[in-house]
């Protein structure tokens, strides 16, 4: 069974968002589910600091040995922050997807609705991992 | 029964590996009476075919080699000093015989199994690192098709890079070879890139600077020219662009490399280290990058990792790039190299090495300068003073005309150029009576003067300008100092040739690669000199027996395809896709329906399919396929009724990538062409085919036909292969052309190859094949592909879940068996399977394609009852193994299979801990104890390689540290 924390919200495409310390910032990575099916993460590519997405628009790529993926914006908002460690070390995101190995420090829009998330209980009946 | 007086079957019973008494046993386990029935249940009726190919009666070996010496003499190889991307060059025998004649070599596949590559794998990183010190670059990949398609991809590459920029122009100097520049300019049409041809000087241009995204130069020029490119670098990369050179490896041995000078990315041909010209190829282009580029590079990069036991084991490396991963995002549709070639170009630089090197670069250097000498003593002007084996002349007195006719009569080729002057390249065979030749060829009245050019070479002028000259210093690497002498030479390419698993050791059933016979009788003619040393730009005349080989090829290629005309320029079937796709959308334009662009294919196509499309201009539309890996028949009318203004072809593998005979295959193609697209068929499998029906015959518009899989062109170990195409009457106006040969349609689109034909010298072996087998034998060998498929499925079937069937219950000529199952009750993958064969002496069969967790299994007609026999029994009793596992017999973690593959070092080691036995891990099958291939390393780390990506060769402590 993977990790799930209960205190983060989810994506289908397996992104999950974790409050930061700014106003209305978060932190977002990949799922422990999500590491684990992808294997030995080699490469992320990730997006510049300014670089605004809409929700569902991809902001960068992320590379195992052999499948590589999208990320997808669990929200519309502005980067102000990218993981420089994962850079010099992409396994973060195996070891600590929660931790050490976030993605990009996001400003949420104003306006822009947290509800099309979801919970980790609805997170892990996707992924069939309930019960 | 007629007695085979003649012979006409003699070579099929050596290419097909059953006996007729195998052959009846075989049936009786599938459960048929016949081949005949066995075919009538795989193929659908509907498209059999219902008479005997016109194709000759089959020949002899020995009558086929007469044939070929037939060829040879018909071909007149004379000293070509032509240039143009080609020289002459002397293949080391050793070389020549221990790696290109030699099967140990050339039959092995692309290295995804690389824990038996290593020996390969080592022959290309030295490749790389030859270009690597060469170029000054600190990345290169382990080559591409060849010079011309390496510079295409240079700027492919820098136009994907743009990120959000809308630059549009590239740069083509106007003193590049003229095949480059074709071939750049194809490239450039269908992605709307345009291109600016000029003089260097004036790159990237004064007003538009901005929409330049990359210039092209070659180095030296065509005609010989050694130019400073540094300012141009500069003013390049002040407007943010990028520099490509295409640059001579041998003359980057005296001149300064590019990437001093600020080259992006450097390119080129290595055919003059050691490959001979075999009119037009095959032989390794090179691309070499800086680290800024190194997730983009096209084709196929070899990286250092380490092995399960911390040992430094080589293996492919960033393959994310690559299209069986990205598809239509890929960098580039690329994924046959010319590896075989490689090697060889990689070894000539062993076995010189450095000094070597420098040594037959300065005598073809001061053989040049004393024929500029002599020329100008006659009174002619050599137009460039800075050149390094090239020379531009302005006749002082004769004609071009009247000296390149002295030169032919001469016995030696000249290069006309358009404005009167005459180009001469010398190369590594010249010697100084050449030069006296070439002196005669530009004295009309025979009188050449007082000279002496072998003393004028010996003791004259020559040498380049300071700024001209290389200051760095390369190969350094002990790999290019210890192999110098033959002995050593031939121990080193041995040591290697044995870490691999090749068809000298074992079937290689890779599933879609067709790992077949290639026969001795069909690989002997490629190397005879009346093939090999022939220049792709040798005159017409000089090559009547190559041309006698075209024609008869493309008629029996387009005879058992079904189509009316071919084209052998495709050096790989993802350029035969991309071509085909060309073509189509030539004839789209040509009707005034130029804004037909979107391309269908089906979710199992192979990668290399939306790779090309999207090379090719088009946009991809994805077709579903139902659980059996067919076509979703519904899906498609509904795709191409909501696209049928915009409709240009759909892609379509023959018998599927499942290898599936697709019983819709007729409606699918009556719907695309119903809503005016045409259609393009992937002829990967056309070995299941050949004698029983014909894709130009059930609605396909286009085939390309993969030579190295179908017509018995060895894989070298990741290339040389070929991919023509062949089309219907229609089409056949479109046929590529060439500007340096009368080639293709009258309306042909522009050149997708450097060279007019292709590799030619390899046509040879699907030529040979074809005479051989003739009539009956290609039919013969597509029913043994298919009975050998259905036998092993047929024993495979009690211990394994085989998916995919036709409507008969059998498979093709290829299958699929299902490890997903397994997987949850023992945890063991098919990566575990794979590599598990390896202790039992096999390849594994293809993993993860077309569907996830499974392997796919491709006897080739050419494998006999025993060994298919031998690989079910180590199937079966790698079955045997994880049932151990699932029921707990053998630990779950510590096993044979999640530690396979095992090293001797690892069995004979004082320590053994583990949960079973050193016999259970190495010798699991009674004919291991007989013959044992052991491999070289344990499993690969492909995470730490592609983490920490080397691709030259590292240090020699890191070695020795172990």
Redesign the interface.
């Known amino acids: 069974m993977s990790d799930i924390p209960d205190s983060l919200q989810y994506t289908d495409e397996h992104e999950y968002i974790r409050e930061a310390d700014g106003e209305n910032e978060v932190l977002v990575g990949i799922t422990d589910y999500a590491q684990g099916e992808l ?5 992320v ?1 990730l997006p510049q600091p300014g670089d605004r997405f809409a929700a569902g628009e991809a902001f960068g790529t992320i ?6 993926s999208e990320l997808y914006c669990p929200v519309a908002g502005e980067v102000v922050e990218i993981n420089e460690g994962l850079d010099a070390d ?2 973060l995101v195996n070891s600590d997807p929660y931790g050490e190995g976030w993605m990009i420090r996001l400003r949420i829009d104003p306006g822009a609705t947290l509800d099309g998330l979801l919970t980790a209980d609805q997170y892990a009946s996707l992924i069939g991992e309930d019960g | 029964m007629r007695f085979d007086i003649d012979l006409t079957g003699e070579f099929t019973r050596r290419h097909i590996g059953p006996s007729r008494a195998d052959i009846d046993e075989m049936l009786g386990v599938v459960g048929v009476d016949s081949l005949d029935e066995l075919v009538r249940q795989t193929v659908p009726e509907s498209i059999l075919l219902d008479r005997p190919l016109d194709l000759p009666d089959g020949i002899s070996e020995r009558r086929l080699i007469e044939r070929a010496r037939e060829l040879a003499r018909s071909n007149r190889p004379l000293r070509s000093y032509l240039g143009l991307g080609y020289h002459g060059t002397l293949t080391p025998g050793v070389i020549l015989r221990n790696i290109m004649e030699n099967p140990g070599w050339y039959t092995q596949y692309t290295p995804y199994q690389a824990e038996i590559s290593q020996g390969r794998l080592e022959a290309l990183l030295n490749f790389q690192t030859v270009v690597i010190d060469l170029t000054g670059l600190p990345i290169a990949n382990a080559s591409l098709l060849d010079e011309a398609t390496a510079a295409a991809e240079a700027m492919q590459m820098l136009f994907n890079a743009r990120g959000g920029d809308d630059r549009m122009v590239f740069c083509v100097s106007e003193t590049c070879h003229p095949q480059t520049i074709a071939v750049v300019r194809g490239r450039a049409e269908p992605l709307d890139i345009e291109i600016r041809v000029g003089p260097p000087e004036d790159f990237p241009g004064g007003d538009d600077a901005e929409s330049v995204f990359g210039a092209l130069v070659q180095y030296p020029t065509t005609d010989g020219a050694v130019e400073d490119y540094a300012s141009l670098a500069d003013r390049l990369h002040a407007s943010g662009a990028g520099l490509v050179v295409a640059a001579d490896l041998l003359a980057l041995t005296l001149l300064v490399e590019p990437g001093a000078f600020g080259a992006d990315i450097a390119v080129g041909n290595t055919q003059r280290f050691g490959v001979p010209m075999g009119y037009g190829g095959p032989h390794a282009a090179y691309f070499a990058t800086t680290e800024e580029f190194k997730r983009r590079i096209p084709g196929r990069i070899i990286g250092v990792s380490v092995d399960a036991d911390g040992d430094p084991a080589l293996r492919m490396a960033l393959q994310t790039r690559e299209q069986h991963i990205r598809r239509e995002r890929a960098t580039s549709n690329i994924c046959t190299a010319q590896v075989l070639l490689a090697i060889m170009a990689g070894m000539y630089a062993v076995y010189h090495g450095p000094e070597g090197l420098r040594a037959i670069a300065e005598r073809v250097h001061r053989l040049t300068s004393a024929l500029a000498a002599g020329l100008r003593r006659l009174g002619h002007t050599v137009v460039h003073d800075v050149f390094f084996d090239t020379l531009r002349i302005e006749p002082g007195r004769a004609s071009a005309d009247e000296i390149i006719e002295r030169a032919l009569s001469l016995g030696i080729n000249l290069r006309p150029y358009d404005d009167g002057t005459v180009g001469v390249a010398l190369d590594e065979t010249v010697r100084p009576e050449d030069i006296e030749d070439v002196l005669a060829a530009f004295a009309p009245d025979g009188d050449v003067g007082s000279g002496d050019a072998g003393s004028t070479a010996r003791t004259g002028e020559s040498g380049h300008p300071d700024w001209a000259m290389r200051r760095s210093a390369y190969l350094e690497h002990p790999v290019f100092h210890r192999y110098h002498s033959e002995t050593e030479m031939l121990r080193y390419i041995h040591r290697l040739e044995v870490k691999d698993l090749s068809l000298n050791t074992s079937m290689i059933p890779l599933g879609s690669c067709t790992m077949k016979l290639n026969a001795t009788s069909e690989m002997t003619p490629v190397t005879w000199p009346e093939f090999g040393t022939l220049h792709p730009f040798a005159p017409a005349d000089q090559a009547e027996g190559y041309r006698e080989l075209f024609d008869e090829l493309e008629r029996w290629l387009a005879e058992m395809s079904g189509f009316a005309a071919c084209s052998l320029q495709p050096n790989s079937g993802a350029q035969g896709e991309y071509t085909g796709l060309l073509v189509i959308a030539a004839r789209h334009r040509d009707r005034g329906e130029g804004h037909r662009d979107v391309c269908l294919i089906p979710s199992s196509a192979h990668g290399t399919n939306p790779a090309s499309a999207v090379m090719a201009g088009m946009k991809v539309v994805v077709v579903k396929c139902d659980d059996y890996g067919n076509i979703d028949v519904g899906d498609l009318r509904s795709k191409a009724v909501e696209h049928a203004d915009r409709l240009a072809a759909i892609m379509v593998t023959y018998p599927s990538t499942h290898g599936v005979f697709e019983s819709a295959i007729r409606e699918i193609t009556a719907t695309v062409h119903e809503n005016g697209g045409l259609v393009y068929l992937d002829g990967a499998n056309l070995n299941a085919q050949v004698g029983l029906c014909r894709p130009g015959d059930y609605g396909a518009d286009v085939c390309h036909i993969n030579l190295h899989k179908t017509f018995a062109i060895p894989h070298g170990g990741g290339g040389p292969g070929m991919g023509p195409i062949c089309v219907t009457e229609e089409l056949a106006p479109y046929l590529p052309g060439h500007p340096l040969a009368e080639v293709g349609g009258e309306r042909g689109v522009l050149p997708v190859s450097a060279a007019p034909w292709g590799s030619a010298s390899i046509l040879l072996i699907s030529w040979a094949y074809i005479a051989m087998l003739g009539r009956e034998g290609t039919r013969a060998a597509t029913e043994g592909a298919i009975l050998n498929a259905n036998y092993m499925a047929s024993r495979l079937s009690e211990h394994f879940d085989v998916l995919y069937t036709g409507e008969h219950g059998r498979v093709g000529h290829e299958f699929i068996l299902d490890l997903r199952p397994l997987k949850k009750d023992s945890g063991v993958t098919d990566e575990d399977v794979a590599k598990r064969l390896m202790d039992y002496g096999f390849h594994a069969p293809t993993m993860s394609f077309p569907v996830h967790g499974t392997i796919m299994v491709e006897p080739t007609e050419s494998e006999s009852k025993y060994e298919l026999d031998r690989l079910c029994d180590a199937l079966i009793s790698i079955r045997k193994e994880i049932e151990r596992i699932a029921t707990g017999d053998l630990d779950r973690e510590d096993n044979p299979l999640k530690n396979a593959p095992h090293t001797a070092r690892m069995l004979t080691a004082d320590e053994w801990n583990h949960a079973y036995t050193r016999a259970e891990a190495a010798y699991p099958a009674v004919w291991t104890r007989e013959s044992k291939f052991w491999p070289p390393v344990r499993r690969v780390d492909n995470a730490f390689g592609d983490r920490n990506l080397v691709c030259a060769c590292p240090p020699m402590e890191t070695y020795e540290s172990h």
């Open positions: 294997g030995d993460v080699v490469f590519e590379e195992a040995v052999k499948a590589v992409p396994a």
